[in-house]
């Protein structure tokens, strides 16, 4: 009875393992629509919000990124966001794009490390931190770009970075909101779903699929 039982669900483990790879792949599709979604969105929003100085949603999204799709997802929102958001302010393109660009891909990387089940006080913890990260970030290159005095541009730049922390604070809020309105996608389960596929790719005897290293 045991070894009929044992053939029965080796017999269905090949079914299973295409099905597992392709919830897989749809898990994947899915996050490559938010990734475009989220970039559009932090630029478009970033645009209509450069009149208030310092106020920028990039941060949010790239944080939100991070915790829902992994870690290097989230760099690629951040990073992405500001250059495509880059060509619709004031400004534009510059030797500071690439500074822009590692600073938000760092608060995307940041958010890959957020815990599962976000609270308010860890979501208010990881936007300052990575404010703060990004603030120290510019200007130690501007301090250095613009005439080589650090001190200066920290201390030139105090009222923005202080606006730019208060504004950020805000969107901290947020944070918990989209996350458990996001996670209905069931981004999440991708590590789950992955690692049994690598099981029964074992037991079958098949290449196992790259695992996500962003996670």
Do not use: C
């Not at 949010?60 to 989230?74: D, T, V």
């Not at 990073?79 to 608060?107: D, E, K, M």
């Not at 510019?138 to 504004?167: D, E, Q, R, Y």
Request: hydrophobic residues 55%.
């Amino acid at each position: 009875m045991k070894a009929i039982t044992k053939e029965v669900v080796e017999s269905k483990q090949p079914l299973l393992q295409k099905l597992l790879s392709k919830e897989l792949q749809i898990i994947s599709l899915k996050e490559a629509l938010v990734m475009v979604g989220f970039v559009i969105g932090a630029a478009g929003l970033r645009a209509g919000m450069q009149f208030l100085p310092s106020v920028e949603p990039i941060t949010f999204f790239a944080i939100l990124s991070g915790w829902l799709l992994g870690k290097n997802k989230g760099v690629v929102v951040g990073a992405g966001a500001l250059y495509a958001s880059n060509f619709l302010v004031f400004g534009g393109q510059g030797p500071w794009t690439i500074v822009q660009a590692f600073a938000f891909g760092a608060a995307g990387y940041m958010g890959g490390f957020i815990s599962k089940r976000l609270t308010y006080i860890e979501a208010i913890l990881y936007m300052l931190g990575a404010t703060v990260v990004f603030e120290i970030i510019l200007n130690v290159f501007s301090g250095i770009f613009f005439g080589g005095n650090i001190i200066l541009a920290f201390f030139t730049g105090s009222l923005f970075a202080g606006i730019h922390i208060i504004s950020n604070l805000v969107f901290a809020f947020l944070l918990p909101v989209a996350g458990r309105q996001l996670k209905k996608g069931g981004f999440h389960e991708k590590n789950f779903l992955a690692r049994h596929a690598a099981i029964l790719n074992r037991k079958l005897g098949l290449s196992e699929p790259a695992e996500d290293s962003n996670e």
